[in-house]
Protein backbone atom coordinates (compact mmCIF):
# COMPACT_ATOMS: atom_id res chain seq x y z
CA UNK A 1 0.00 0.00 0.00
CA UNK A 2 1.07 3.46 -0.93
CA UNK A 3 2.72 5.45 2.09
CA UNK A 4 1.53 9.56 1.59
CA UNK A 5 3.22 11.88 2.72
CA UNK A 6 2.94 15.68 2.71
CA UNK A 7 5.70 17.91 3.86
CA UNK A 8 7.06 21.56 3.48
CA UNK A 9 3.48 22.83 3.68
CA UNK A 10 3.76 26.38 3.29
CA UNK A 11 2.73 28.87 5.97
CA UNK A 12 0.81 31.17 3.54
CA UNK A 13 -2.70 29.79 3.06
CA UNK A 14 -4.95 30.87 0.90
CA UNK A 15 -8.78 31.53 2.10
CA UNK A 16 -11.23 30.39 0.02
CA UNK A 17 -14.39 31.27 2.21
CA UNK A 18 -16.71 29.69 4.40
CA UNK A 19 -13.36 29.06 6.94
CA UNK A 20 -11.93 27.12 4.32
CA UNK A 21 -7.90 27.02 3.86
CA UNK A 22 -5.55 25.75 2.19
CA UNK A 23 -1.19 25.96 1.75
CA UNK A 24 -0.24 27.94 -1.30
CA UNK A 25 2.09 24.65 -1.90
CA UNK A 26 3.36 21.97 -0.36
CA UNK A 27 5.20 18.49 -1.40
CA UNK A 28 4.24 15.25 -1.39
CA UNK A 29 6.39 12.03 -1.26
CA UNK A 30 4.97 8.55 -1.55
CA UNK A 31 6.21 5.49 -1.42
CA UNK A 32 5.06 1.79 -2.33
CA UNK A 33 3.09 2.82 -5.16
CA UNK A 34 2.18 -0.13 -7.17
CA UNK A 35 4.57 -0.65 -10.54
CA UNK A 36 6.26 2.08 -9.30
CA UNK A 37 9.63 1.39 -8.44
CA UNK A 38 11.17 4.01 -6.61
CA UNK A 39 10.18 7.12 -4.62
CA UNK A 40 7.43 10.05 -5.95
CA UNK A 41 8.24 13.60 -5.22
CA UNK A 42 5.00 16.23 -6.48
CA UNK A 43 5.32 19.92 -6.11
CA UNK A 44 1.29 21.17 -5.15
CA UNK A 45 0.55 24.81 -5.47
CA UNK A 46 -2.50 26.76 -5.42
CA UNK A 47 -3.33 27.76 -9.18
CA UNK A 48 -5.53 30.81 -8.81
CA UNK A 49 -6.63 30.76 -12.69
CA UNK A 50 -7.74 27.02 -12.27
CA UNK A 51 -9.33 27.91 -8.95
CA UNK A 52 -8.08 25.14 -7.29
CA UNK A 53 -4.65 23.00 -6.41
CA UNK A 54 -2.89 21.70 -9.03
CA UNK A 55 0.51 19.73 -9.68
CA UNK A 56 3.20 21.91 -10.55
CA UNK A 57 6.31 19.21 -10.54
CA UNK A 58 5.99 15.32 -10.25
CA UNK A 59 9.02 13.12 -10.52
CA UNK A 60 10.75 9.40 -9.86
CA UNK A 61 13.64 8.57 -7.71
CA UNK A 62 14.13 5.15 -8.64
CA UNK A 63 14.74 2.87 -5.91
CA UNK A 64 17.75 1.20 -6.36
CA UNK A 65 20.53 0.28 -9.11
CA UNK A 66 19.22 -1.82 -12.23
CA UNK A 67 16.13 0.02 -12.98
CA UNK A 68 15.45 2.70 -15.75
CA UNK A 69 13.12 5.95 -14.63
CA UNK A 70 10.76 4.70 -18.75
CA UNK A 71 7.78 6.75 -19.82
CA UNK A 72 5.36 3.48 -19.02
CA UNK A 73 6.88 3.74 -15.02
CA UNK A 74 5.90 7.79 -15.07
CA UNK A 75 2.45 6.54 -16.77
CA UNK A 76 1.64 4.83 -13.75
CA UNK A 77 2.24 7.80 -11.24
CA UNK A 78 -1.28 8.88 -10.44
CA UNK A 79 -0.39 12.49 -9.64
CA UNK A 80 -4.54 13.23 -9.35
CA UNK A 81 -5.02 10.79 -6.86
CA UNK A 82 -1.36 12.07 -4.94
CA UNK A 83 -2.95 15.31 -4.86
CA UNK A 84 -5.93 14.82 -3.55
CA UNK A 85 -4.83 12.02 -1.17
CA UNK A 86 -2.63 14.77 0.91
CA UNK A 87 -4.66 17.91 0.21
CA UNK A 88 -6.99 16.05 2.59
CA UNK A 89 -4.34 15.68 5.14
CA UNK A 90 -3.88 19.84 4.79
CA UNK A 91 -6.94 21.78 3.84
CA UNK A 92 -8.73 22.89 6.77
CA UNK A 93 -11.94 24.51 7.46
CA UNK A 94 -12.65 26.86 10.74
CA UNK A 95 -16.42 26.40 12.02
CA UNK A 96 -16.39 29.32 13.92
CA UNK A 97 -15.98 29.55 18.10
CA UNK A 98 -12.14 28.46 17.92
CA UNK A 99 -12.57 25.09 16.16
CA UNK A 100 -10.77 24.33 13.60
CA UNK A 101 -10.99 20.79 11.28
CA UNK A 102 -9.54 19.02 8.70
CA UNK A 103 -10.80 18.38 5.66
CA UNK A 104 -11.58 14.72 5.93
CA UNK A 105 -13.55 15.25 9.31
CA UNK A 106 -15.55 18.20 8.06
CA UNK A 107 -16.82 16.06 4.61
CA UNK A 108 -17.64 13.20 7.37
CA UNK A 109 -19.71 15.31 9.47
CA UNK A 110 -21.17 16.96 6.83
CA UNK A 111 -21.98 13.74 5.44
CA UNK A 112 -23.45 12.54 8.64
CA UNK A 113 -25.67 15.48 9.12
CA UNK A 114 -29.84 14.69 8.31
CA UNK A 115 -31.90 17.61 8.35
CA UNK A 116 -30.73 21.14 6.63
CA UNK A 117 -33.28 23.91 6.22
CA UNK A 118 -33.17 25.67 2.61
CA UNK A 119 -30.10 28.23 3.84
CA UNK A 120 -27.96 25.75 5.94
CA UNK A 121 -28.43 24.04 2.76
CA UNK A 122 -26.59 26.52 0.29
CA UNK A 123 -24.44 27.51 2.74
CA UNK A 124 -23.17 23.26 3.59
CA UNK A 125 -22.99 23.15 0.03
CA UNK A 126 -20.68 26.29 -0.83
CA UNK A 127 -18.58 25.14 1.96
CA UNK A 128 -18.16 21.84 0.58
CA UNK A 129 -17.86 23.23 -2.66
CA UNK A 130 -14.67 25.25 -1.74
CA UNK A 131 -13.22 22.12 -0.10
CA UNK A 132 -13.62 20.22 -3.80
CA UNK A 133 -11.63 23.12 -4.83
CA UNK A 134 -9.21 22.75 -2.70
CA UNK A 135 -8.77 19.33 -2.86
CA UNK A 136 -9.11 19.09 -6.48
CA UNK A 137 -12.37 17.37 -6.86
CA UNK A 138 -15.14 17.65 -9.13
CA UNK A 139 -17.07 20.24 -7.04
CA UNK A 140 -20.46 19.20 -7.78
CA UNK A 141 -20.14 15.62 -7.11
CA UNK A 142 -18.83 16.24 -3.65
CA UNK A 143 -21.58 18.40 -2.83
CA UNK A 144 -23.98 15.91 -4.38
CA UNK A 145 -22.56 13.19 -2.82
CA UNK A 146 -21.74 14.64 0.85
CA UNK A 147 -25.14 16.42 1.47
CA UNK A 148 -27.09 13.36 0.06
CA UNK A 149 -28.49 15.33 -3.26
CA UNK A 150 -28.82 14.43 -6.61
CA UNK A 151 -26.20 16.33 -8.74
CA UNK A 152 -29.31 18.78 -10.32
CA UNK A 153 -30.14 19.78 -7.04
CA UNK A 154 -26.42 20.14 -6.30
CA UNK A 155 -26.32 22.62 -9.08
CA UNK A 156 -29.45 24.80 -8.29
CA UNK A 157 -27.96 25.15 -4.69
CA UNK A 158 -24.76 26.69 -6.01
CA UNK A 159 -26.68 28.81 -9.04
CA UNK A 160 -28.91 30.20 -5.68
CA UNK A 161 -25.61 30.49 -4.31
CA UNK A 162 -24.29 32.76 -6.49
CA UNK A 163 -27.67 34.88 -7.47
CA UNK A 164 -27.28 35.74 -3.58
CA UNK A 165 -23.63 37.09 -4.08
CA UNK A 166 -22.34 34.17 -1.40
CA UNK A 167 -20.26 32.84 -3.70
CA UNK A 168 -19.39 34.37 -6.82
CA UNK A 169 -16.39 32.88 -7.61
CA UNK A 170 -18.06 29.44 -7.99
CA UNK A 171 -17.72 27.52 -11.51
CA UNK A 172 -20.64 25.60 -12.68
CA UNK A 173 -18.35 23.12 -14.02
CA UNK A 174 -16.74 19.88 -13.61
CA UNK A 175 -13.12 19.73 -14.36
CA UNK A 176 -11.86 16.58 -13.99
CA UNK A 177 -13.03 12.83 -12.96
CA UNK A 178 -13.11 12.06 -8.77
CA UNK A 179 -9.96 10.51 -7.37
CA UNK A 180 -10.16 7.19 -6.52
CA UNK A 181 -10.42 7.82 -2.77
CA UNK A 182 -12.86 8.10 0.12
CA UNK A 183 -13.15 11.56 1.11
CA UNK A 184 -14.58 10.71 4.40
CA UNK A 185 -12.38 9.13 6.18
CA UNK A 186 -14.04 5.60 6.66
CA UNK A 187 -11.53 3.59 5.51
CA UNK A 188 -8.27 4.78 3.72
CA UNK A 189 -8.69 1.74 1.00
CA UNK A 190 -12.05 2.20 0.11
CA UNK A 191 -12.66 4.03 -3.37
CA UNK A 192 -14.66 7.24 -3.73
CA UNK A 193 -18.36 6.81 -3.55
CA UNK A 194 -20.13 7.42 -6.55
CA UNK A 195 -24.19 7.00 -5.69
CA UNK A 196 -26.25 6.15 -8.49
CA UNK A 197 -29.00 8.39 -6.46
CA UNK A 198 -29.28 10.65 -3.21
CA UNK A 199 -30.00 9.11 0.02
CA UNK A 200 -31.26 12.03 1.89
CA UNK A 201 -33.64 14.55 1.92
CA UNK A 202 -34.88 16.24 -0.96
CA UNK A 203 -34.12 20.19 -1.06
CA UNK A 204 -36.63 22.73 -1.79
CA UNK A 205 -34.66 25.67 -4.17
Do not use: N
Not at 22 to 43: F, K, N
Not at 143 to 149: F, G, H, R, W, Y
Amino acid sequence: MAHVEAYDISEDRIQLGSGVSVPSAWHVRVAGEQDVPGTITVRVEWDATLGRTAIAFAGVERAEGGIDITSQILREVRTHWILASSALDVVTVDEGAGRTTGAREFLGEQLARKERTTEDAVDDAVAVYRVASALSFPPLKLVSDTLQISQSTATRLMSRARELGIAPEIRMQEPRRAPAIDPYGHDPSRAYPAPTSPTGPSVEI
